[in-house]
Each structure stands twice: as structure tokens, then as C-alpha cells.
């Protein structure tokens, strides 16, 4: 008689079972997880009355990869663009019931007598709220449609970001109680942070383009081995560089749900997931000890009210913080009380590190179910509890909620401010840890590589060379236009003076961080100082700043890295227009206005090149009517004359940076017509002679164009065609008004406004 290995008996043992009361589980209406954890149980050691698994090593490995697969999948469900579009009351809220949970849980922990390491890993547990179980909720109660129930979904994504970091934190810290330094925590906090964005940044790039290019390759068997082994690939490099498996699987997960065949991805590691997830939850309910329940009835209770009444209180908070009003919050509140899924995945991390006590694992999942069972109760008294608390509160309280509630109490100046120090951070942030990438490579790596392996003379040199190629893309990009968002830095700069000196100080800041990898490169790989260090700083600066091929590649690289992350929402959104709308997307984006030069303007005498609309203000000249003559689309040596009327073409945002110069800088110009959109003025157009109207046309890149691999600048479609390039659309991501250094590319689709005589010379050759 063949021998089979243990861990088929066991897998089929564990399926089994798992597959009868699942069943049984969906019959009553019960959430599956449950029937998992009891089909571990009675497969388990803790219930004799049944035969048990013969070897639980391997299935705690099996669960280990049920684990990796259920962060993987989530964060296949997860998008950045969601995460964008969650808006601030999910962050806020969040963080308020987060930390709200982790002080109640340690101190909960704590009065109970446990230690610290026991106390920190219940605060996180307590924290985390069961999407699985509010989903059911919602659907059994019919909630869904309701308003309060879109603000709870948000929170439950920020949730899912914050437990990945949490559960990195946590084991951080169980490192820490080992002997580590607050400073070495500190440190570890910040090396997390620092391969947090530069996977995201080079995974953004590179994994959806790699998907987007073996598209046409890959069948169903491929596509899920090469997805598989992504997300392997990336447990591995995490739990190598000592970050948790669940980490790589996740931000793996994330980065593959940005490709363009992202759903069929996720539909075909469903089931991958489900078996192993089911093998997690069953190891989970292997853990409950009913001795063990009896005898921490006490913390068992203790913990389902801290549980209830804190996510009730700090959730309802964290909402009403927010700016939502007391209805909504307390909807939401109510329907946060439990705790599920993620909390069993903290504790199997704990038990994993070997810094939290046994006892821990049966006392979670004995809290998960109970209040898994009183989560429709909390959901359905929110309404009574809200309407007793508007009896409840004084006068005044209801009043005073009411006012912070207001949506319009934030001014237009701090939400330009919030914006553009938020944008600054954030792009100072992923541009100085690409920055900073780049430098330790180059110095730990490759001149050791070129030094002491292939033994190259002048190694240091073509070292730094490398360096500074790669840097110089980055290096434009830390200081192009001044700003992390040059439309917001525009607008307060012309809005105020007082805006001047902070702008400042922040563009200083960007120079500094430039200036300092620069030298870095000069006294750390040529071992440089000094006054040669200096000038050799200011002529790369130069070459940097004023080299249009430096500008173009980063033009391509943010291009390429922008449609990765928007691309598959901005194609679900066009397709949710009709034909006509999603073809003419400019058409209200774009606007135009006409100003009239007065006979004291500092215009009067100067060149368009020297005046530069593009680079100070972001719009284009698309017409200068002088009393001699109109010219269309005119050139840099157009010279703007006393009587002249100039027709500018823009977004709405740099129409308002223009109409903020002239009042700012006194350019004694008035605005004599507009901002009309360009499908208004088109119309408008339409009443004129047949060559005296405006028409917009789209040209695709082929491969055959002439072209693919120039830029809008070498191309000189202004005098070739007699248009203006107005948009461009790279995939269903669209540009307006591109940057003159942009490169095109194949299957760009690009839209230019002109006349006939544009038409005229498209027919002549034969692009139309």
C-alpha cells in the first residue's frame, strides 16, 4: 500500500471539515470566516473528540502563505487612486480611532497585568476594524445605498494601509525590547519609509510597463505564474532587507493592481488566495483553547467592552474631527465596533516574533466572534443613540457642532497653501530617496565594481559620470519651476506679496538639497573639496538646468510613471462618457481670453521669446491682433506693439496666475473679452469666413511618423503646420498645454488648433 505524506491527510482533513462547515456557516447566514475558525478548531488538539492533524508544522507554513496571499490580494483590490480619492475625513478618521485604540488596548493590557510587549500588540489588534463583517452587515441591514456608508468604506481602506505599517512598526518594536536604541528605532522607522517610496516610485514604473508590454504573450497559466512569482519575488526582498512577508506581498499586490489587466489578475488568484486564506483561519481556530477561554473570561469581557465602547467613541470622533456632521459620525462610529480579520494576522505576527504570550492568540479570536455578532446590533442603534444625543447635548454643543461641521470654513488661501506644502513634501520626499538611492549604488557598488573587480583606470570618473547622468533627470526635477506644483506656486506668488518670503525659503530648500547630492558626487566619489568642488557644482548646475535632452527625459519618465498610475481610472472614467465628450476632453479644460496692451505696458517693444508666456505663466499666445495685421499662432520674434490685443489660451489656474501678474507686476493690460472654454469659442468661431476659423484635429504617432522621438520643440510644429499643440493624450492619460521638452511617443495621440492653412499643410503631407 502506497504511503501518502502527512500533509495530504491533513490538507484533506482540514478541507474537509472547512468545506462542511463553511457550508453549514452560509445556511445559517454567518460570515465564512467563523465557520473556518470552528472547522480549526475541531481539527485541532484543543478537541479530542475528533481525529487531529498530524503534523501542525506544516500547516502553520501553509497558513504562513495563506497570509502572503491575503495581503497580496488585498492590495490587488487596492488602488492609489482610491486612496487619493478617499479624500481627508478617511485619514483623519482614522488616525483618531487608531491611536485612540492603541492607548486603550495598552492600557486594557496593561490594568490586566500583562506585559508591555503583550499590551502593545492588543492595542494594534483593538485597532483594526473587519471590512469582511461590515460588508455583511451592510448587505443583510440594506444599507448600502446610504450616504454615511461611502465615508466608512474610505476609512476601511486607510485602515488596511495603516495595518501593513503597524504590523512593520510592531515588529520594529518587538526588535527594539530586545536591546536595540531609541535611536536605532528611529533609524529603522526611517530605512522604512525610505524603501517604502523607492518601491513604489521604481514599482510604479516598471511593473505595470512590464505587464502593459507582455500583454499580447500572456495567456491565463502566465499571467498567473508571472503575478505569483512577482509577489514572491518581493516577500523575499522584503523579509531579506528584515521588513515582514505580509509587507511585500501587499505593496507587490498594489503595484500589479495599476496594470492594465489588473481585474483578470485578480479574478485568477482568487482562488489561490481562498484556499490558502482558508488554511490561515483554520490554523487560526487550531489556537482556540476552551481552558483557556474559561480561565480569561475575565480579560475576554473586559476587552469585548473596551473594544465596543472605544471604537464606538473614537471612530464617532475621528469622523466628527473631519468636518462630517454628528448623524454621519455616529453612523459610522457604530458600524466600526468590531474587530476581525487583520487583528488574527497581528497576532500571528506576535506569536511568529515570539514576543507576545500564548494565551493572547484564543482571547483575540474569542473577542473577534462575539463582536462579530454585535456588529449589527451597534449599526442599528446609531439612529436611537444619535437622536438621544440631540436631546442629550445642550443648546450651545449642538450649535457650536453645527458651525464646525460647515463646509465652507476653510478659506481659499489655506486650501492653496494645504495644497501646495502638501504636493512640495510629498515630491521632496520621493525625489530625494531616488536621489539618495542612486548615490549609495553608485558609491557602495559600482566603484568598488569598476575599481576593484575590472580594475578600470579613471574608475572615479566614469563612476561620477554615471551618477550625475542618471541623478541629472531628478536634479531638474527637484528645482523646475520653483515648486512641487508650479500652477499653486504661481498663483501665491502673484496673490500676495507677503507669499514671497516663505516661497522663497522653500524654493532654497529644494536648491540646497540639489546642490548638497552634487557634491556628494564631486567629495565623496572624486574625492573633491573646496573651491574645485564649487565650480565644478555651478557649471554641472548650468549644463542641468539649461539642457532641453535633460528636461525631455524627465518629461518621459514622469509621463511614463503618471499614466502607470492613472491610466486604467482615467480609461474606466472616458468610457463612462459618451464617445463624443471623452474625444474632446480639452474642450472645457482649455480657456481663452483676450487682453489689451495700454501704451505704458513693459510689453511694448519686446518679443514673445523675451516675454516667455509659456515659462512664467503657462499659457500660450495663440493669436497678437496689432492695428496692421492678425497673426495666428505667432512666432518668438513677434514683437507686441502699442494697440496690440493678445488672445491667450490656458487652463483656468494659469489664466488666474496671468490676471495675478498683471496686478502684481503693473503689466497695464485689461482683459477685453473672456475666459471663454474653447468649445464656446470655437462655436463663436464658427460665424466667421470658412479660413478665419479655428478647428482642432487629433494626429496620431505611429511608427512611421516622423515625429516619434522628438520633442514639441525640435519638431517646430508652429511653422510647419500653422498650429498650436494644445493636448496630448499618452494612453487615456491626457496632457494640457505639454511642456515643449516633451519626447513623443508611439501611439501618442496628439490634438493641435489652427486654421486652414494648418489643414492645408497636414493634406499636403498626407497626415490627413
Not at 462618457?577 to 501704451?599: H, I, K, M, N, R
Request: glycine content about 8%; charged content about 15%; overall charge negative.
Amino acid at each position: 500500500m502506497a504511503h501518502l505524506p502527512t500533509i495530504v491527510t491533513d490538507l484533506a482533513m482540514i478541507l474537509l471539515v472547512a468545506g462542511i462547515t463553511t457550508i453549514l456557516f452560509k445556511k445559517i447566514n454567518q460570515p465564512l470566516v467563523l465557520g473556518y475558525i470552528i472547522a480549526g478548531f475541531l481539527t485541532g488538539p484543543n478537541f479530542p473528540f475528533f481525529p487531529t492533524i498530524a503534523d501542525n508544522t506544516n500547516v502553520q507554513a501553509w497558513s504562513e502563505i495563506g497570509v502572503i496571499f491575503l495581503l497580496f490580494a488585498l492590495g490587488l483590490e487596492f488602488s492609489f487612486y482610491k486612496l487619493k480619492s478617499v479624500g481627508s475625513t478617511a485619514f483623519i478618521a482614522t488616525a483618531v480611532e487608531i491611536f485612540g485604540m492603541l492607548a486603550v488596548g495598552y492600557a486594557a493590557g496593561t490594568l490586566l497585568g500583562w506585559n508591555h510587549m503583550d499590551s502593545l500588540f492588543l492595542g494594534g489588534m483593538l485597532s483594526m476594524s473587519s471590512t469582511t463583517i461590515i460588508i455583511k452587515a451592510f448587505d443583510d441591514l440594506k444599507l448600502r445605498s446610504k450616504s454615511f456608508t461611502e465615508v466608512v468604506f474610505g476609512i476601511l481602506i486607510v485602515e488596511d494601509i495603516a495595518g501593513i505599517v503597524m504590523m512593520v512598526m510592531l515588529s520594529t518594536m518587538a526588535v527594539a525590547s530586545a536591546g536595540v536604541s531609541s535611536l536605532e528605532l528611529l533609524m529603522g522607522i526611517g530605512r522604512l519609509g525610505f524603501f517604502l517610496i523607492l518601491w513604489f516610485v521604481l514599482g510604479m514604473y516598471l511593473v505595470p510597463s512590464f505587464f502593459k508590454w507582455a500583454q499580447d504573450l500572456m495567456n491565463e497559466e502566465t499571467l498567473v505564474v508571472a503575478s505569483v512569482g512577482l509577489c514572491l519575488g518581493m516577500v523575499v526582498l522584503a523579509t531579506h532587507l528584515g521588513f515582514s512577508s505580509a509587507l511585500g506581498a501587499f505593496i507587490m499586490g498594489s503595484l500589479i493592481a495599476e496594470a492594465p489587466n489588473a481585474e483578470k489578475i485578480e479574478h485568477l488568484v482568487a482562488p489561490i488566495k481562498d484556499l490558502f486564506g482558508a488554511i490561515f483561519f483554520v490554523s487560526v481556530g487550531m489556537m482556540v483553547n476552551p481552558a483557556l477561554l474559561v480561565e480569561h473570561w475575565l480579560p475576554i469581557l473586559v476587552l469585548v467592552i473596551a473594544t465596543i465602547l472605544g471604537k464606538l467613541f473614537f471612530s464617532t470622533a475621528g469622523v466628527l474631527a473631519s468636518g462630517h456632521s454628528l448623524n454621519t459620525s455616529t453612523h459610522c462610529g457604530f458600524s466600526l465596533a468590531q474587530i476581525g480579520e487583520f487583528s488574527f494576522i497581528i497576532a500571528s505576527l506576535g506569536m511568529g516574533l515570539g514576543v507576545i504570550s500564548d494565551f493572547i492568540y484564543p482571547i483575540i479570536v474569542a473577542v473577534s466572534v462575539i463582536t462579530t455578532f454585535t456588529t449589527p446590533f451597534c449599526i442599528m442603534s446609531a439612529e436611537p443613540c444619535y437622536q438621544w444625543m440631540r436631546k442629550a447635548l445642550p443648546a450651545k454643543a449642538m450649535a457650536w457642532l453645527d458651525r464646525y461641521t460647515d463646509d465652507g470654513s476653510e478659506t481659499a488661501k489655506d486650501s492653496l497653501w494645504r495644497d501646495y506644502i502638501g504636493s512640495y513634501v510629498m515630491q521632496m520626499a520621493v525625489y530625494t530617496t531616488l536621489l539618495l538611492a542612486i548615490a549609495m549604488g553608485a558609491n557602495m557598488y559600482l566603484l568598488p565594481y569598476l575599481q576593484d573587480t575590472l580594475q578600470l583606470p579613471y574608475a572615479k570618473w566614469l563612476t561620477a559620470a554615471a551618477t550625475l547622468l542618471v541623478m541629472a533627470p531628478l536634479l531638474r526635477a527637484v528645482v523646475i519651476n520653483g515648486s512641487g506644483s508650479s500652477e499653486t506656486f504661481s498663483i501665491l506668488w502673484f496673490k500676495r506679496r507677503a507669499n514671497h518670503i516663505p516661497l522663497l525659503i522653500l524654493l532654497f530648500g529644494k536648491v540646497l538639497v540639489a546642490s548638497a547630492f552634487l557634491y556628494f558626487v564631486f567629495s565623496n566619489i572624486l574625492n573633491l573639496h573646496g573651491l574645485v568642488a564649487c565650480l565644478g557644482i555651478v557649471i554641472v548646475a548650468y549644463v542641468i538646468y539649461s539642457s532641453d535632452w535633460i528636461m525631455g527625459e524627465y518629461l518621459r519618465i514622469e509621463s511614463r510613471f503618471l499614466v502607470n498610475l492613472n491610466e486604467k481610472h482615467m480609461r474606466k472614467h472616458r468610457e463612462s462618457l459618451g464617445e463624443q465628450e471623452s474625444q474632446s476632453w480639452f474642450d472645457e479644460t482649455l480657456q481663452l481670453a483676450t487682453y489689451s496692451v495700454s501704451d505704458s505696458s513693459p510689453f511694448i517693444g519686446k518679443t514673445l521669446i523675451e516675454l516667455n508666456f509659456r515659462k512664467f505663466y503657462g499659457c500660450n499666445i495663440l493669436q497678437i491682433v496689432t492695428p496692421e495685421k492678425t497673426v495666428d499662432m505667432p512666432g518668438g520674434k513677434e514683437v507686441v506693439v502699442t494697440g496690440s490685443k493678445l488672445l491667450l489660451i490656458g487652463t483656468a489656474d494659469q489664466i488666474r496666475i496671468f490676471d495675478g501678474a498683471i496686478r502684481q507686476l503693473h503689466l497695464d493690460l485689461h482683459r477685453s473679452s473672456g475666459p471663454v472654454t474653447l468649445r464656446q469659442f470655437m462655436l463663436d468661431s464658427h460665424n466667421n469666413q470658412e479660413e478665419q476659423q479655428f478647428l482642432s484635429l487629433a494626429i496620431t504617432v505611429d511608427k512611421h511618423s516622423h515625429l516619434l522621438g522628438t520633442t514639441i520643440k525640435a519638431a517646430d510644429l508652429r511653422h510647419k503646420w500653422n498650429c498650436l499643440v494644445i493636448g496630448l493624450e499618452r494612453g487615456a492619460f491626457t496632457i494640457t498645454n505639454p511642456n515643449v521638452s516633451l519626447v513623443f511617443e508611439e501611439n501618442d495621440l496628439l490634438w493641435v488648433l489652427g486654421k486652414q492653412k494648418m489643414i492645408n499643410a497636414l493634406i499636403r503631407e498626407e497626415i490627413l
